[in-house]
């Protein structure tokens, strides 16, 4: 099954018709920013117009293009055919989500249906086959799903994984549409039904899945067009994110159609292997939104060369950040290199969200530069405050540390900042985020022991993230989890690797910090390293410095263990997961490169053991 073209979508070229990508706007059908009761009435109103999605290939070429209009149609007719396979209402769905077509025709097709579906990932994660039929599987038998709808190309990863999980219906798309249609007429969600269920970012052996109703998915959408990105009548979305993520299909599939809004897509791979290929398709079709985490920003600035003068990106007004901590020093390199193509700094817009809010939960304001506070790195690691730097400590970076602020809650959602003692902490004191609003989650799907455990006896969800608050807008500082306590301290991950970054040729997301059990009893502070160096000098002279710039950031020994490059572990929305790190390599599957020096804290193969199991 492909995406097709409606009338007028063809145009004449050298070689023959050629597609033509849905226009920016809707000549004649009034912008309404979302407010739809369903996302299935969402898109009844989006399909009286001409906007919709368009799927561009890993060089650039238009390939597919899939009108709101014809997406409604196919919708509607893939919803008969889900309901002649035997399945029934309220079931569950998995739906492999690679960027085509043919997930959001199931995707729809199932809010018609009355099914829900489950985004699974498409891409293939470190460890191979193994891995990702194990991912699979584990996702399949938590949301007890009744089919898996998939592309062809994975059928015998996907089917492997079924087996394990007891899915019965296992169907390629091309299979579905080969499906009869059912007589019985599908009946869609109402108001106060699911959506779909989202398994958030790093689930593994046991995932957690985010329960999103008709209530939330709607809640949110509106914010994210009127609050926070203000959708006009001229804007054009771009995005390369994965659909299995939140901020890929909340973001860029159901934000969008809830908008009329326009999407231009790229797969996630095509961006790794070609990130410039990114802003000129921007380019060519005047985008106005995208977003990125950190790393791709940094990744598309780092591969842009002579071309980024080729580049007209004046017309981008929302570059939005989101999915990691907004590093202040990959913003100021992408807008140096990308000026020459008419982008404006002033387009940066830092956010926070996460899957149990659906997606969004602040915005910063579109009208001003993305605010940046720099705080007293001393104040902050001993007294757990972010006080402001002097002039005179902003001179020296290390005894500094820099924060982006995520602006205010989008409306009718609010967020407090607690201490360990439960209590409201004010401006500046950093402590745990909680949120409350429409958007929030269901629950995690048949697992009332983790949703009763982040929920709180008034409404809040704890949402595992350390922050503070700065004139009536939320800084986010990090993972409460992740935190390492050393000596009596609390010390920032981040902090550590982002001071070894700063080596050459080290790279972002070339480093991984975290604290393991020594023989002693004590944490100790390991670094893990992506090396590309092949001289063994080279090498020792580079885990010497990382320990050095360490000792002088944050004040610790650490055991600086070189790894193969692409070694470290990253979630689907490209965070790097500490956690697998750490686990890797307690286990041993994350190994020491280089033969010369010997790990100062090892933990003993009793401890590792433990750990692992």
Same mark, same amino acid.
């Given at each position: 099954m492909?995406g097709?073209v409606?009338?007028?979508?063809?145009?004449?070229?050298?070689? =023959?018709?050629?597609?033509k990508?849905?226009p920016?706007q809707?000549p004649?059908?009034?912008?309404?920013?979302?407010g %739809?009761?369903?996302l299935?009435a969402?898109?009844d109103?989006a399909a009286r117009?001409?906007t =919709?999605y368009?799927?561009?290939?890993s060089?650039?070429?238009l390939?597919?293009?899939?009108p709101?209009r014809e997406l409604r149609?196919?919708?509607v007719?893939?919803?008969?055919?889900?309901?002649?396979?035997?399945?029934?209402?309220?079931?569950?769905v998995?739906?492999?989500a690679?960027?085509?077509?043919?997930?959001?025709i199931? %995707?729809?097709?199932?809010?018609y249906?009355?099914?829900?579906?489950c985004?699974?990932?498409?891409?293939?994660?470190?460890?191979?086959?193994?891995a990702?039929?194990?991912?699979i599987a584990?996702m399949?038998?938590?949301?007890?799903a009744s089919?898996?709808?998939?592309?062809?190309?994975l059928?015998?990863?996907?089917?492997?994984?079924?087996?394990?999980a007891?899915?019965a219906?296992?169907?390629?798309?091309?299979?579905?549409?080969?499906?009869?249609?059912?007589?019985?007429?599908p009946?869609?969600f109402?108001?106060?039904d699911?959506a779909?269920?989202?398994y *958030?970012s790093?689930?593994t052996?046991?995932?957690?899945?985010?329960l999103?109703?008709?209530?939330?998915i709607?809640?949110?959408t509106?914010g994210i067009l009127?609050d926070g990105?203000k959708i006009t009548?001229d804007?054009?979305?771009?995005?390369?994110?994965?659909?299995?993520?939140?901020?890929?299909?909340v973001?860029f599939c159901?934000s969008?159609?809830?908008?009329q809004?326009?999407v231009?897509y790229?797969?996630?791979?095509?961006?790794a292997?070609?990130? &410039?290929?990114?802003l000129k398709l921007?380019s /060519?079709?005047?985008?106005?939104i995208?977003?990125?985490?950190?790393?791709?920003?940094?990744?598309?600035?780092r591969?842009i060369?002579?071309?980024?003068?080729?580049?007209?990106l004046?017309?981008w007004?929302?570059?939005?950040i989101?999915?990691?901590m907004v590093?202040?020093?990959?913003l100021?390199?992408?807008?140096?290199?990308l000026?020459?193509a008419g982008?404006d700094?002033k387009?940066f817009t830092a956010?926070?969200?996460m899957?149990? *809010?659906?997606?969004?939960?602040?915005f910063a /304001?579109?009208?001003k530069?993305?605010?940046?506070?720099?705080? /007293?790195?001393?104040h902050y690691k001993?007294a757990q405050?972010?006080?402001?730097a002097?002039?005179?400590?902003?001179?020296?970076?290390e005894?500094?540390?820099?924060?982006v602020?995520?602006g205010?809650?989008?409306?009718g959602h609010?967020i407090?900042?607690?201490?360990?003692n439960?209590?409201?902490?004010t /401006?500046?004191?950093i402590?745990?985020?909680?949120?409350k609003?429409?958007?929030?989650m269901?629950?995690?799907?048949e697992n009332s022991? &983790?949703?009763q455990?982040v929920?709180s006896?008034?409404g809040?969800?704890?949402?595992?993230d350390?922050?503070?608050?700065?004139?009536?807008e939320i800084?986010?500082?990090?993972?409460?989890?992740?935190?390492i306590?050393?000596?009596?301290?609390?010390?920032?991950?981040q902090?550590?690797e982002w001071?070894?970054?700063?080596?050459?040729?080290?790279?972002?997301?070339d480093a991984?910090?975290f604290a393991v059990e020594?023989e002693d009893g004590?944490d100790d502070?390991?670094v893990?390293?992506?090396?590309?160096?092949?001289?063994? &000098?080279?090498m020792?002279e580079?885990r010497?410095?990382i320990?050095?710039v360490?000792?002088?950031t944050?004040?610790?020994?650490?055991a600086?263990?070189?790894?193969?490059?692409k *070694?470290l572990?990253?979630?689907?929305?490209?965070?790097? *997961?500490?956690?697998g790190?750490?686990? =890797?390599?307690?286990a041993?599957?994350i190994?020491e490169i280089?033969?010369?020096?010997?790990?100062?804290?090892?933990?003993s193969?009793?401890?590792r053991?433990?750990?692992a199991?």
């Amino acid at each position: 099954m492909h995406g097709t073209v409606v009338k007028g979508s063809l145009r004449q070229g050298e070689d =023959g018709p050629v597609l033509k990508p849905t226009p920016h706007q809707n000549p004649v059908l009034a912008k309404v920013l979302g407010g %739809f009761a369903t996302l299935a009435a969402g898109l009844d109103y989006a399909a009286r117009g001409v906007t =919709g999605y368009n799927f561009y290939s890993s060089r650039g070429q238009l390939e597919h293009v899939l009108p709101y209009r014809e997406l409604r149609t196919r919708a509607v007719a893939t919803a008969r055919k889900l309901l002649s396979s035997g399945l029934k209402r309220g079931e569950r769905v998995a739906i492999v989500a690679e960027t085509s077509p043919d997930f959001m025709i199931v %995707f729809f097709g199932c809010q018609y249906a009355g099914l829900v579906p489950c985004p699974m990932p498409y891409s293939m994660y470190i460890g191979g086959k193994e891995a990702y039929v194990s991912r699979i599987a584990g996702m399949l038998k938590k949301a007890r799903a009744s089919a898996v709808i998939l592309s062809s190309d994975l059928s015998s990863h996907i089917g492997a994984a079924a087996q394990i999980a007891g899915t019965a219906i296992v169907k390629t798309f091309q299979e579905l549409q080969a499906q009869p249609e059912s007589i019985e007429k599908p009946r869609p969600f109402e108001v106060d039904d699911v959506a779909y269920i989202q398994y *958030s970012s790093g689930s593994t052996s046991s995932p957690k899945g985010v329960l999103i109703t008709q209530k939330a998915i709607v809640a949110n959408t509106r914010g994210i067009l009127r609050d926070g990105l203000k959708i006009t009548n001229d804007d054009r979305a771009f995005s390369w994110l994965p659909l299995y993520h939140d901020m890929g299909l909340v973001g860029f599939c159901l934000s969008p159609m809830m908008g009329q809004v326009t999407v231009d897509y790229m797969s996630t791979p095509s961006f790794a292997r070609r990130p &410039a290929l990114w802003l000129k398709l921007m380019s /060519d079709n005047r985008s106005t939104i995208a977003y990125s985490p950190s790393f791709g920003f940094d990744l598309a600035a780092r591969r842009i060369n002579g071309e980024a003068a080729t580049l007209d990106l004046s017309a981008w007004r929302v570059a939005g950040i989101g999915g990691d901590m907004v590093r202040a020093d990959v913003l100021n390199l992408f807008a140096e290199k990308l000026s020459v193509a008419g982008f404006d700094a002033k387009a940066f817009t830092a956010s926070y969200g996460m899957a149990e *809010s659906t997606l969004a939960i602040t915005f910063a /304001d579109l009208t001003k530069p993305v605010k940046i506070d720099t705080v /007293d790195r001393l104040h902050y690691k001993l007294a757990q405050r972010a006080v402001p730097a002097s002039e005179a400590l902003k001179a020296s970076p290390e005894r500094v540390r820099n924060f982006v602020v995520c602006g205010k809650p989008i409306a009718g959602h609010q967020i407090v900042v607690r201490g360990d003692n439960g209590q409201d902490l004010t /401006d500046r004191e950093i402590g745990h985020i909680l949120i409350k609003g429409p958007s929030l989650m269901a629950g995690y799907f048949e697992n009332s022991e &983790a949703t009763q455990a982040v929920m709180s006896a008034d409404g809040y969800m704890d949402t595992g993230d350390m922050g503070y608050w700065l004139d009536g807008e939320i800084v986010v500082t990090g993972r409460a989890k992740d935190l390492i306590l050393h000596n009596g301290r609390n010390i920032w991950p981040q902090d550590i690797e982002w001071a070894a970054e700063q080596i050459e040729p080290l790279r972002s997301g070339d480093a991984a910090a975290f604290a393991v059990e020594g023989e002693d009893g004590d944490d100790d502070v390991v670094v893990l390293v992506h090396c590309r160096l092949a001289e063994p &000098a080279e090498m020792e002279e580079l885990r010497r410095k990382i320990a050095a710039v360490v000792h002088q950031t944050s004040g610790v020994e650490c055991a600086v263990v070189l790894v193969a490059p692409k *070694s470290l572990p990253f979630t689907s929305s490209g965070k790097l *997961s500490r956690a697998g790190a750490k686990d =890797g390599y307690i286990a041993g599957e994350i190994t020491e490169i280089s033969p010369l020096a010997r790990m100062p804290h090892r933990p003993s193969g009793e401890t590792r053991l433990q750990a692992a199991q």
